[in-house]
């Protein structure tokens, strides 16, 4: 199974360019939609998403996992995120007066956030909800749970099928990058 691991920095600068290009604010489900959006666009283009997170489906449409609780568990977790983006009021995220910067996303990356927040910035959250279920064949309403996973097949399958071979050898440059990135102590 293709796991990616999450990163915070980046998913905060995605974010920041969002509400940047927002007013600096915005509804937080409408925001979560978008970045996976972008996360599945660039899955598309590189087999690689650019926040790493974990999807869930969820009631009103997929959701990033991670990003979720970074947004629900407020300010009482010491994180990156709460320097740059406040908590919610009235379900709206706001920018902080402090910038988090791009150097983490490359220039493809800040072109597909810009592409996907100008193409949906007049759709409103529910707007949103209603095109995710519409569009994006892997989610599926999880019934009486709470959420069910979303696997990085299950993406890949609903964008352009994969054979099993094919999973195979993404998930192994996944876990071979993974390891290097360990190895040498690097960032992302």
Not at 158 to 172: F, G, H, Q, V, Y
Request: charged share 30%; proline share 4%; with cysteine.
């Amino acid at each position: 199974m293709i796991k990616f691991k999450f990163n915070e920095k980046k998913a905060t600068q995605a974010t920041a360019l969002l509400l940047k290009n927002n007013d600096g604010k915005m509804n937080y489900m409408k925001l979560i939609k978008l970045l996976y959006l972008i996360d599945r666009e660039a899955l598309s283009l590189w087999e690689r998403p650019i926040t790493g997170d974990t999807y869930v489906s969820m009631k009103r449409g997929p959701v990033l996992s991670n990003v979720l609780d970074l947004i629900n568990y407020g300010e009482n977790v010491s994180s990156y995120w709460y320097k740059y983006i406040s908590e919610p009021l009235n379900y709206e995220l706001r920018l902080r007066e402090c910038d988090p910067g791009q150097d983490l996303l490359n220039e493809k990356e800040i072109e597909i956030i810009n592409q996907i927040g100008d193409q949906f910035k007049d759709f409103n959250q529910w707007e949103m909800v209603e095109l995710c279920h519409e569009m994006l064949p892997e989610w599926r309403d999880p019934g009486t749970n709470t959420c069910s996973e979303i696997h990085i097949n299950d993406i890949f399958n609903a964008i352009r099928p994969k054979s099993d071979e094919e999973l195979k050898e993404i998930e192994e440059e996944v876990n071979n990058l993974a390891y290097l990135k360990e190895v040498l102590a690097i960032e992302d």
